[in-house]
């Protein structure tokens, strides 16, 4: 284990391990396999890194991101470590080489994609060469259950069969507990031993509210606090990214749109744009982002409900991976929910997996509709006791308002009883609202006793009465009837009057306070940390290579604050290993000295 430490220390200039990293290396060491879960940004890498630097022969990692592998390798060179990867991105003469170096047992690390692998070839190539390992990176893909189930992935229990004295680790960020038995079963991990850390991301400030004007709110929190910082933005429709990242364009941003729909090499530009440029902002569907290793994106920004809270656990987790303060925002509406529920109904899976996602969709939006703390529920949802409240999301730094939404509650229930449960809540508020249009003559609605009862709130009021009704279950959207409401077995004790409901005031444009941040923001001498990025800006620049790969913020921080005087010192930096120390020492320290006379020198 000694070995272990000495390469985190020598190679990766860390001082000392995370939370389990340690104990799951001893295990792969040990020539045992093992399933981690670990959150984003909790260091699962250095987990399987470590183990196939140390035992002989290459490690072998399956990751299902072709386009971040050149990234990852990069940065392992950068590291000093010897790795490579084999994906159909490559031209056949590199392809050729690398093979011929992993036969001669040349390389610790080569990355590889799932279908590449299970080419006869390939594997028959492997049968010839010396195995540390291999790592199933995305180890959820594997699952039906969970939400970004892979073919490909299902054919991964050959390994087992196949290699059987190579040990294998399986890793994830997200996994409930039957995405977790699904893992071990499919993979074969039956005996392997699970290691499960905290799914907790404390330096994420969650925020949700209802969606009232969305560029306005957007604008509004990218201008108060998010000027040059960059973030992903989701978005649930191809052309909405579009649309909104013109718009931001427009105002002064540099956005770009990512969906499945633009061709690769467009992607390709825009992700690599996003990574190496600073303060973009990635406008994406759901199909940016599994993997992206950015480690200073300082918000995801949701523009419409995820469809699980499996989704939304992921993508806000692709924030603040450096561990500084970032933002989990998010707006949605009652329309959400009625289009999530319509793409459920209208997809072709069968009615077990429908039911699954409906349930899905109802925890998210429980999510969103609860008065107390979001980390919390996040946290119980993945089966993880928290403390009492986390002082980091919106319902914690700003209480939410509550009233008496019984009365309104239970007009809103007759007016749908009355109507005959077939409509939806667009046409039920008219009706409240005594708005005698097309559509409510057409039926005669303005002969029902509902007409018109509602009229001590306005239109948004109500739509946030039906939404957080739907929420709790009160109400629930018929997809047969296009969105119509109806009422549940809930619905009736409210109805009679022997039940009461308490529901939130929604937001008006506001924003929480800010919780103090850290690292960067810390700094006192922002002189200092401005030339040191300037110079690693000039390193990447001239390497190719994203800013971040050369040192993190954080290093760069942790500079400013110590000083280092020399070499040694430098070294003490988190983030500072032998490799960067040879290769960028000499200009850092040389930044830091002559400001350091600058400073003490003659005015
Ligand atoms: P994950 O794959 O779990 O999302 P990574 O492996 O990319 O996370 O690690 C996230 C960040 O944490 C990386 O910048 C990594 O270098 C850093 N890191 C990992 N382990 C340690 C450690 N023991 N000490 C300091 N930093 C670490
Ligand atoms: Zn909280």
Redesign the pocket.
Known sequence: MDQALKT?QDK?G?????DA?QDIIEEILAGNDALVL??????????YQIPAMLRPGTGIIISPLIALMQDQVSALLQLGIRAAYLNSTLPVQTAQETEQGLLNNEMDLLYIAPERLLQERTLALLQRTQLALFAI?EAHCVSQWGHDFRKDYLALDQLHQRFPSVPRIA?T?TADERTRAEIRQRLGLMQAKVFISGFNRPNIQYRISTRLQERRQLLHYLETERQGDAGIVYCLSRKKTETIAGWLNEQGRTALPYHAGLSASMRNRHQQRFLQEEGVIIVATIAFGMGI?K?DVRFVAHMDLPKSIEAYYQET?RAG???EEADAWMIYGLEDVVKLRLMLEQSDADEDHKWIERYKLESMLGLCEITSCRRQALLQYFGEESPASCGNCDTCLRPVATWDGTTAARKALSCVYRSGQRFGARHLIDILLGKENEKVKKFNHQRLSTFGIGEELDMQQWRSVFRQLIARRFLTVDMKGYGSLRLTDRSKPLLQGEAQVFLREDDRIKKPPRKQRITTEQVDDTELLEKLKARRKQIAVEQGLPPYVIF?DSTLAEMVQQLPGNPEQLLQV??VGLTKLEQYGETFLAVISSHIRAGTGPE
Do not use: V
Request: with cysteine.
């Open positions: 985190l990766f860390y001082r000392e391990f995370r990293q670990m959150p984003t940004g909790g260091g699962k890498s250095l987990c990176d890793l960020a290793d480690p987790g991976r450096d561990g993190h988190s983030g």
